[in-house]
């Protein structure tokens, strides 16, 4: 089991930055990726960025390349993604993703607002 911890969300103006961190804990060892999803009021649970954990290769969706950056640090478990140029449409909650070898694990999400 790995249990996974965000932090970071609040409330934004249009075009502030905010970073979300997602701390990961328990069977660590078996991670191979982590990613970030997003889900708006009514709408259905999106990618947003993805990062494996050995290389740091990433991905992002279409919606944020350029404004957002997926990072991790390996020594402290912690899955970070900073977005700068938020808009009102970043708004959901978001939760991280750690992807392991014995499944995938859910965090319980962080709520971020970007006030027009």
């Known amino acids: 089991q790995v249990q996974l911890v965000e932090s970071g969300g609040g409330l934004v103006q249009t075009g502030g930055s905010l970073r979300l961190s997602c701390a990961a804990s328990g069977r660590t060892f078996g991670i191979y990726a982590m990613e970030w999803f997003r889900q708006a009021p009514e709408k259905e649970r999106e990618f947003v960025a993805g990062?494996?954990?050995?290389?740091?290769?990433?991905r992002y969706a279409d919606s944020v390349k350029g404004r957002f950056t997926i990072s991790r640090d390996n020594a402290k478990n912690t899955v970070y993604l900073q977005m700068n140029s938020l808009k009102p449409e970043d708004t959901a909650v978001y939760y991280c993703?750690?992807?392991?070898?014995?499944?995938?694990?859910w965090g319980q999400g962080t709520q971020v607002t970007v006030s027009s």
């Open positions: 993703a750690a992807l392991c070898t014995t499944g995938k694990y």
């Open positions: 990062i494996t954990w050995s290389g740091g290769s990433t």
